[in-house]
């Protein structure tokens, strides 16, 4: 069995136990798992629960509302606008620069563009932080020949990706491993793109983060990102200085916009900030427009091989995964199944507590790392 196929097996043997074993195990593991909003599904280890309801589900004022139909509608009619007349630059190679993981998100942004604009002239970027699932790997490769779209694949040393995730799970912030680890991947692959679309002279680098993302990660009110902010160099990620963890050569790494002209710096663009759609409606497309290999559009699949590992991390660590409100602020939105994710976090919760369910994937990311499970909290070594 290849380690693609073994993967596959794993994962699709964990979500079968979720959907269909879970409901029952719950209810004899109740003293492993923290009591959670009846609405989202934030802990009670999060923020206090009234009457079963989290802070944000009681507020009516505080409670998600959709954007306002005429902004959107304007939102839109500016991406339209935009796409349109990148299209219509004919002298240049390439338009865009599209971020492309492999996962659901990435491939119906992918696609869209393509059918929406056909003028658009697309680069597809993988960057491989040496942690990436090989079945996303194999699903970039099949997608990319059947929409024929141009693509390249950045590869980093691993020993560089090594230390920064070894450094960041070491160094946590009060946001966790989603606010220190997945902050130095995401900004890491940012800045990869940025400093290729400078090369390239590629004006804009097109990425898959959701609203929620751009508004509370990089706090952001819209599509597209500020000129101004794109002229500086990076210096610091989650609050740790870049020069306390990479050498000079790695710095390198790192987007430093003084040093390209004006013209010359791309900016970031977000579309499924102007189409705000739902999990479900993106994986169904995906799957209807048969653009899944096989089928495996499950994050648990095509994200990369850290993500195990920092779920358990943030449940030791904080008591909670620090990935969970975003979620919950989708389900309260009414863009994410409810019962889907609160069985998928309790899961974390109950193996970080008993050390059930680790599985392999753990332990090889901390031998990656050069970790033992005790250095992340972990009870029982290996």
Aim: net charge neutral.
């Amino acid at each position: 069995m290849s380690t693609s196929e073994k993967i596959v097996r794993e994962v699709r043997l964990l979500e079968f136990y979720i959907k269909y074993i879970w409901p029952v195990h719950r209810r004899l593991a109740r003293k492993f798992l923290s009591p959670r909003c009846q609405r989202c599904i934030l802990p009670e280890t999060y923020a206090p629960l009234v009457d079963g309801l989290c802070p944000h589900c009681r507020d009516e004022e505080e409670t998600e509302h959709p954007p306002n139909p005429e902004t959107k509608l304007r939102m839109q009619n500016a991406f339209d606008l935009l796409m349109d007349d990148l299209s219509q630059r004919g002298h240049r190679q390439y338009h865009v620069l599209l971020l492309f993981s492999g996962g659901k998100d990435s491939t119906y942004m992918l696609h869209r563009l393509i059918h929406d604009y056909p003028g658009l002239r697309i680069l597809a970027l993988t960057i491989d932080n040496t942690f990436m699932s090989p079945v996303a790997m194999e699903n970039i490769q099949e997608i990319v020949r059947r929409l024929g779209v141009d693509h390249m694949i950045l590869r980093p040393r691993a020993a560089t990706m090594e230390k920064m995730f070894r450094y960041a799970i070491t160094h946590l912030n009060d946001r966790g491993c989603a606010g220190t680890v997945d902050q130095f991947d995401g900004d890491f692959f940012s800045d990869l793109a940025r400093n290729l679309a400078a090369k390239l002279e590629i004006p804009f680098i097109i990425c898959g983060l959701s609203p929620a993302q751009v508004e509370h990660i990089l706090g952001l009110s819209t599509f597209i990102t500020d000129p101004q902010q794109e002229a500086k160099a990076r210096e610091e990620v989650a609050g740790i200085r870049l020069r306390d963890i990479f050498d000079e050569e790695e710095m390198h790494y790192w987007w430093d916009g003084s040093m390209w002209s004006a013209e010359r710096r791309p900016r970031l663009i977000f579309p499924l900030y102007v189409w705000d759609l739902s999990e479900e409606f993106i994986k169904q497309e995906v799957l209807r427009l048969g653009l899944m290999p096989r089928g495996d559009e499950s994050p648990l699949i095509t994200n990369h091989r850290l993500i195990p590992l920092l779920g358990i991390v943030d449940m030791l660590q904080f008591g909670y995964s620090t990935f969970e409100p975003e979620f919950a602020r989708n389900i309260r939105q009414g863009k994410a199944q409810r019962k889907k994710w609160l069985h998928t976090f309790e899961i974390f919760e109950y193996a970080a507590r008993t050390g059930r369910f680790l599985g392999s994937a753990v332990d090889e990311a901390l031998a990656r790392l050069a970790l033992t499970r005790a250095d992340v909290g972990i009870k029982g070594g290996r």
